[in-house]
Nanobody, 126 residues
């Protein structure tokens, strides 16, 4: 069983930065494909970024390209999301997710993730 705990959310002004962390409690971290999702009030949950288990293949949704960076430290069993140049439309609850995989690839579909964190609120004020 995999448990995920997000941290690092908060209130930030437009143009500011935050770094989210997702700490995993898992038998092994190296076979987990992982991703960050977000859900704003009244909207569906959307994939923000995803990374394969080796960390060398990433995906970003168009709205965050050039501003956000996903990374992972397998030794620390932690995934990160560095968020820069934040905009009011980035306001949402951010969730990390994981899926056990046997092939090293990026998972971009929410339904294919097996494990979810409880979420951390990010609020960008204008």
């Amino acid at each position: 069983q995999v448990q995920l705990v997000e941290s690092g959310g908060g209130l930030v002004q437009v143009g500011g930065s935050l770094r989210l962390s997702c700490a995993a409690s898992a038998p092994t971290f190296n076979n987990l494909a992982m991703g960050w999702f977000r859900q704003a009030p009244g909207k569906e949950r959307e994939l923000v970024a995803a990374v394969n288990w080796s960390g060398d293949n990433v995906y970003y949704t168009d709205s965050v390209k050039g501003r956000f960076a996903i990374s992972r430290d397998n030794a620390k069993v932690t995934m990160y999301l560095q968020m820069n140049s934040l905009k009011p439309e980035d306001t949402a609850v951010y969730y990390c997710a994981a899926r056990t995989v046997s092939i090293d690839y990026v998972v971009v579909t929410a339904a294919r993730y097996d494990y979810w964190g409880q979420g951390t609120q990010v609020t960008v004020s204008s």
